[in-house]
């Protein structure tokens, strides 16, 4: 049973657009939202993460909304560049240190 | 570089083998994870350790199992492995319990 649910599946954006992946979760329980970027051939890389009693987090470009009541978190990227082409992965954490990852997003930026 | 180290880097081997994959964590760090990536399972955590004690378990199969030394370095052991085994398996380490975890570059099992 996949408690979190990710889409899109891929994303392709232009060169200083916006690139926007949303996360839906179901356990009440989780007390932790990370967002991990991985290039092909590389472990996930901590980008940003956010806790349940914070509705936005900002770190340079990139941004996470959290909606507790629709129990629902989303990663924008702004100005997004070619440098940003990844996977990016949402995650919720329960039970002691257990993350639960989301299906993961195939994020292209063109030039 | 997360910090987080990770032998080997390959592997194959045939089924029904066993194999060791270890892990190093960041200096400092008392937890260690592990994770395996496929193509249709995604990331899933299979175990967590902490300062040497088993501290949350996953869908880990019986066939594998992991343990956390003294030093804090880890390894996870895979035994009579099949082919639906091959994956990247993944470490993760953080400070304490419930810290921000970092990833290592994670070993590419082929089982043939």
């Known amino acids: 049973q996949q408690q979190v649910k990710q889409s899109p599946q891929s994303l392709i954006v232009q060169k200083g657009g916006i690139s926007i992946i949303n996360c839906a979760y179901e356990n009440t329980a989780f007390d932790y939202f990370p967002w991990y970027q991985q290039f092909p051939g590389k472990g996930p890389a901590l980008l940003i993460a956010?806790?349940?009693?914070?509705s936005e987090k900002k770190e340079g470009r990139f941004t996470i909304s959290f909606n507790k009541s629709a129990k629902q978190f989303s990663l924008h990227i702004m100005d997004s560049q070619p440098g940003d082409s990844a996977t990016y992965f949402c995650?919720?954490?329960?039970?002691?240190?257990?993350?639960?990852f989301g299906q993961g997003t195939e994020l292209s930026v063109k030039p | 570089d997360s910090g987080v180290t990770q032998t080997p880097k390959h592997l194959i081997t045939a089924t029904g083998q066993r194999v060791t994959l270890r892990c190093s964590p960041r200096s400092g760090d008392l937890s260690v994870y592990w994770y395996q990536q496929s193509l249709d399972q995604g990331l899933q955590f299979l175990i967590q350790y902490y300062n040497g004690e088993e501290r949350a378990k996953g869908n880990i199969l019986e066939r594998f199992s992991a343990q956390q030394f003294p030093d804090l370095h880890s390894e996870l052991n895979l035994s009579s492995l099949e082919l639906g085994d091959s994956a990247l398996y993944f470490c993760a380490s953080s400070t304490r319990d419930r810290g921000e975890q970092f990833f290592g570059p994670g070993t590419r099992l082929t089982v043939l």
């Open positions: 995650a919720a954490r329960r039970q002691g240190g257990k993350l639960i």
């Open positions: 956010i806790r349940p009693d914070v």
